[in-house]
């Protein structure tokens, strides 16, 4: 078990200095903003840029594993929303619920956890990861909030719509995008280019874990502890279990397998916590509570459900 520790003790060290440096006074809780927006908006496409444009996209995307980790989020979310929708959980709850249980913190938590087990696979799996969150997991999610407060003329599938247009403008995205463009296209980078972008790269994963535990400190504790602990369990339990179910089917239907590191990777990568703006998200219906309990639950958890993962993959 010690062996796994090695793994997930940094990753979760700089999570509790990062929550440490808030209750210290170190600094303000404000301050994560700044780092946050430093990590997305800078740090992260830094990172998915230099990862793609440097690489086949054969190497880079790999059907199999989108199958899985889309059928895995989408199955997770029809679920948990089945089970809000029999408690006679209200619009905006059952929407955050889906959330939470649907959209993992990939870039923050899943990336440097990837990047610690399989390096030579870690860009790839954060890139087909943000594919399928960006363009599928998280349009559903705000469709829904959006959908929670009912408006004259705003139907699911224009929220949806006008949602995907604003994950286009985000830097991740056209970063990712662009890096496509650079491999399909094979156009030679020059050194000093990929150079500041691996500088970028180096920098995500430290900054990313240091900003969650940042956040945590900042969150309030109040909220519905029965649909959280529902949350939690459907992100860090019932998720990797559906991965696994996913990857057992595709043989059944004539599909090639996962195998390998990129099924661990796979199940790994559905298991972590939430993303870290889930709270911020909610608090703009009134749930942050709610938010703040399952994120901070589903990050202590974690520690131990990922640990027991890696017992039985690695």
Known sequence: MLDFLTITFPIFALVVLGYASIKMGLFKSSDMGVLGKFVLN????????????????????????????????IATGVIIYLVTSAQGTGPAR???????????????????IILMLFPELATSVLAMNMVVENFIFVPISYAMLAL??????????????????D??????????????????????????????????????????????????AGLP??????LASQIVFAKLILSPALAVLAILALPMIGLPTLTGDLRTAAILSTAVP???????L??????????????????????????GLLFYLV
């Open 221 to 226: 504790m109040a909220g519905n502890r029965l």
């Open 42 to 73: 800078i740090a992260l496409p830094g990172l998915l840029f230099n990862a793609v444009s440097q690489r086949s996209l054969a190497d880079v995307i790999v059907p199999a594993y989108l199958m899985v980790y889309l059928a895995a989020g």
């Open 94 to 112: 059952k929407a955050i619920a889906v959330m939470g249980a649907t959209c993992p913190n990939s870039g923050y938590v899943g990336y440097p």
């Open 167 to 216: 994950v286009l403008r985000r830097p991740m995205i056209v970063a990712l995008l662009a890096g496509m463009a650079v491999s399909l296209l094979q156009i030679p980078m020059p050194l000093i280019v990929t150079r500041t972008t691996g500088l970028l790269a180096s920098a995500t994963a430290p900054l990313a874990l240091v900003f969650i535990g940042g956040i945590l």
């Open 282 to 307: 909610s608090a703009e219906y009134g749930h942050e509570g709610l938010a703040s309990i399952a994120l901070l639950g589903a990050t202590i958890v974690a520690f131990f459900t990922l640990n």
């Open 274 to 280: 939430m993303m870290g703006i889930y709270a911020v």
């Open 148 to 165: 929670s407060r009912p408006r004259e003329g705003v139907s699911f599938i224009g929220s949806l719509w006008h949602t995907l247009v």
